[in-house]
Structure formats: C-alpha cells, structure tokens
C-alpha cells in the first residue's frame, strides 16, 4: 500500500478500526475518515471510489485540480463523492492558515522580547453581527442545488462530515428563511450550499462574495440547467471566474444538457473528465419495481389503501401529480387514520421543514408529495415509494424511486397507472428501458384490459402510431365486475356520440346531455366526458 501524505500540522492516524476504513485508502484527513466512520460508512461506493481521487486532483495536470462531470444513479452516494475531497482541501488549507498565523504570532513575540517590549496579544474575537464589525462571507467552496429541500439535506451532510474539523463552518442559502439568520451563518463560512436565487440576492446586496470560491459544485445539474437556472447559473459562472474546479453531478445528463453545462466549464469544458458510472437504463439492484393498472381515480386510491397497510412499511413517500391532488390525498389519509402530510412547493419554507423534520425523526410514517422531494430527501427508513400521480418527466421517475433502496439498502417501487396515462407508462419504459413487472391485487383487479406491452420502436405496440389495442384502444371491456361492454347498441345499430361507453355500476347514460353541460363527475365517472348529440 503506498503511502499516504497528509496535510501539515495533521497527524498519521494510528492502528485502529478507522484507520482500517476503507476511505483511509483514498488518502482523507483524519478528522474525515473519523466522521465517515461515526456515520457507519466502512467502504466507499463505486461512485465515491473513482470520483473522490480525481476531485481531490490525483492525476491532474500543474493546474491541480480537475473539472468533472459525473453521472450516477440515486442513492449512489454522490453527495459524499464532492463533499469529501472538497472539504479536504479547505480542511488543509485552513490548517495551513492557523499555522502560518501562528507561526507570525511567535515571531512577534520573540521580538518583542528580544527587544525588550511587552509580549504581544491575540487579538480578540469581534461580534460579526455588530454593524462596525460586519464583514462580507467570502467562501472557498459553493455547492448549488436546484431546490431548497436538497441543498439543506446536503448542508446537513456536510455538518456531519466536519462534526471533527476544527475552525471549519458550513451555512445553507434557501429562498424562504429569514434574511438575518442567513446572514448570520454566513459568517466566516468556509463552504457554503444555496439555491440560485437566494444566493445572488445576498451577493448583490453585499452580504456575499464569489471572488474568492476555489471549488464550484452544481448538484443535479440536469434539474439545474432544465429548470430555467442558466442565467443564474451563467452569473454566478462570472462571479467565480477565477475558481480552481467545477464538478457537476446528477443521475441524469442527456447530451442537451451536457452541451449546456460545458458553457460554466474552465475553457468551455476542453479539459473535462467525464465519469459515468451507471445510467437510468441500469436496473437498480435494491429496488423493486411493480406497475398496478387502474381503471379510475378511485380505483387507485383502493389500490393506494392497501398498500398502505402492509405491515412492511416502515416509511413510504407517496407521489402525486399536483399540489392539489397532494393536499387531497394527504387530509384523506389523515381521514382513514394514516400518519400522513404534505409537501409542495406552495407551503411556507418553515413549514416544509418542520414536516421534513417529523419525517427523520420517525414522526410521520407518510409523506405525500410532488415532485420538490423527488430529490435531496434521505432518510433510510424510507422502505417504499407510491407513484399515485405520474410524473411529467420520465426522468423524473428515476429519481422518485431513488428516495428507496439507499446506501444498499431494499426498497420497494410501486406505480399506480389509469388506463389514459398509458403513454407516460411507456415513456418511462422507453427512458428506462426497461419494462414494467405488472401485478394485480386479488379484489381488486382492473376490469379493462391492459394495455399490450411496449415493442421496440412502437411505444405503443401494434399500430406505431401509440395505440395498445388491435384497434387503437384498450379492446373490448369485460362484462361483469361493475363494467359493462359499450362496443355497440343493444339493437345492434353502432353507438351514438356520448352513448355507449363503460361506466361504474354497469351505468349507461340513458340520453343526451344537454347542449353545454356536464354531468358531475361523480355520476358520470373520470373516464367519460358529455359531448352532447349530433
């Protein structure tokens, strides 16, 4: 084994169970291996493994550092792959500081004594919140994330990597928490992780400075970039332009934002390692999978109540589509007796973080949400994932189930899927490449026929034109079990327009709506629409 430099003024670690970690090879400071082997962590992932020595520049040209971009799937341990070689470096520099400072201090005293002049003093520490002391934050290092959520779950990660570091400070900068707080935490912060908004805002007000970042870190760049960000992303690119690295890391990088993510890359990304690991068509090994069709809203819903009273669930998230159907579906959980809550991006930031919080702490069983907590959330009793409302996105998809099934562990994936929605199903199948395992429940199996597995080249099977039955739709209804076949009249004329079609209870209209107007949805169900006569 070769041997491992440190940085100075730090000791060797001894023979001990840590020293034994398997991180101890990738040459981190003590202090880090001793926090990563608290947490639990004995062997780095594959991720951490080959992206951890490049960051920390092993391998780079005079420069010393390396631009990266890395790719790997949920779960992966990526946070920790970008956290940990940046924190090094700052825990090294800073130990290089305070011994440089010391190093001052003794020579002013050995010549003030030497010339016979009262021993200097250290000087005090000034309140940084008093008005004549006030100093702008100038952090070595920024991490960027696309939501509040996970830039606050990263900032937790990193306080838990420095829990043995000494002098080094970590703040988060989230739009919707009190200015003066913020302020306060920033205050002599050595790495700092913000949401884009926030970030400019106290940049531009002269709370924050960016000249002086070394290392630059865009978490879920895809996210980043796709969400409107690039502006914000291309001035904070300016303001840091004198930085050493970038990293960007994400489980999806399609080529679009490959090409968009090279424009905040030293020289436009010429000297950029990619490093792909896994990509979203891998299977993920710890999570099960499994696809439920439904014939309605309320069908789901059943199906929904089921699953949820495994006697397996430790935690589950819950998917929906809408803030809406989030807040729906969270108070009629609470109505059947569920620990459940909400969370969307239209509840207050103090709020979000409060039912977060429950969530860690075991608190809340259920957490019905949109897409906000598709990423950052980590909490490893999350034992199954709920896909009630489909996402927009099929890449979405992957990193919804990727809240289950972390760091190792099982997790279970389940997708609820109405007939209608059959071309998001295929969506994530043609994303994923991988086909759905579908599953009935015994009582509670779809009276429609499903659709036909998807054929390469045709999502929708058949036709090529997205269709999944012979002709075009879902094929005939079954007779009984509430439904009733609506292919023609009982004279055997064809159906008139608004006639005919399949309803709960074996319902068919018994004639013509009249012109603009509808029946209410509930008698009139969520597959079939009024259309008025010819």
């Known amino acids: 084994m070769t041997n491992t430099v440190f940085p100075a003024g730090v000791d060797a670690p ?3 169970p840590m020293a034994e970690n398997g991180f101890g090879r990738l040459g981190l400071a003590p202090e880090l291996l001793q926090a990563v082997t608290d947490l639990g962590f004995t062997e780095p992932t594959t991720v951490q493994a080959r992206a951890i020595p ?14 990266l971009m890395v790719s ?17 470096t700052l825990l090294a520099q800073h130990v290089q500081a305070r011994a440089s400072e010391q190093e001052a201090f003794e020579r002013a005293c050995a010549q003030a004594e030497a010339s016979g002049q009262p021993l200097p003093k250290r000087p005090k520490r000034k309140n940084p919140l008093m008005a004549r002391h006030f100093q702008p934050a100038v952090p070595g290092a920024l991490v960027l994330c696309p939501t509040r959520e996970l830039a606050q779950q990263v900032a937790h990660d990193a306080i838990e990597l420095v829990r043995h570091c000494k002098g080094l400070r970590i703040a988060s900068v989230v739009g919707g928490m009190p200015y003066q707080r913020q302020i306060a935490q920033l205050q002599n912060a050595n790495l700092v992780v913000a949401t884009p908004g926030r970030l400019l805002d106290l940049q531009r007000s002269g709370q924050l400075r960016l000249e002086e970042v070394q290392f630059l870190v865009v978490d879920e760049a895809d996210r980043m970039l796709d969400l409107g960000f690039s502006d914000d992303l291309a001035e904070i690119h300016r303001l840091t332009a004198h930085r050493r690295q970038t990293m960007m890391f994400s489980a999806t990088l399609a080529p679009r934002i490959q090409q968009l993510a090279m424009r905040v890359m030293h020289e436009g990304g010429s000297g950029v390692q990619r490093l792909q690991i896994d990509t979203p068509q891998e299977k993920h090994e710890n999570i099960k999978q499994v696809l439920y069709w439904a014939d309605n809203a309320q069908h789901k819903r059943a199906l929904l109540d089921h699953w949820l009273r495994d006697a397996e669930i430790d935690q589950a998230i819950v998917f929906a589509s809408t803030q809406i159907e989030c807040d729906a579906l969270a108070g009629d959980l609470q109505q059947a007796g569920f620990s459940a809550v909400a969370l969307h991006g239209a509840l207050s930031q103090g709020l979000r973080n409060r039912r977060l919080m429950a969530l860690r702490r075991g608190q809340v069983q259920i957490l019905v949400a949109t897409d906000v907590a598709a ?15 489909l996402p927009m996105k099929a890449e ?3 990193h919804r189930i990727g809240r289950t099934g972390r760091a190792g562990r099982q997790g279970l994936a389940v997708t609820f899927a109405e007939f209608r929605d059959r071309r998001r199903i295929f969506d994530i199948e043609a994303f994923t490449r991988q086909p759905f395992t579908t599953a009935v429940v015994p009582g509670l199996e779809p009276t429609q026929r499903p659709p036909q597995p998807m054929r390469a080249g045709r999502p929708g099977g058949g036709n090529g034109r997205g269709h999944a039955g012979p002709r075009g739709g879902f094929g ?12 023609s009249r009982e004279d055997g004329r064809p159906p008139m327009r608004g006639e005919g079609r399949a309803q709960p209870g074996g319902m068919r209209r018994s ?5 603009g107007r509808e029946r209410p949805r509930a008698e009139r169900g969520f597959a079939a629409r009024t259309r008025g006569t010819r």
């Open 72 to 88: 790997s799937q949920t779960g992966s341990g990526k946070t920790a792959a970008f956290l940990l070689p940046v924190l090094h």
């Open 396 to 398: 979405d998809y992957t």
């Open 14 to 16: 001894v023979s001990t």
């Open 476 to 487: 005939a209804r079954r007779e009984g079990a509430g439904y009733r076949a609506g292919g």
């Open 511 to 515: 004639g013509p709506a009249a012109p």
């Open 54 to 67: 490049l960051a920390m520049g092993h391998g780079a040209d005079h420069a010393g550092f390396i631009d």
């Open 375 to 389: 990423r950052g959330i980590d909490v490893p009793t999350i034992t199954h994932v709920f896909n009630f409302g």
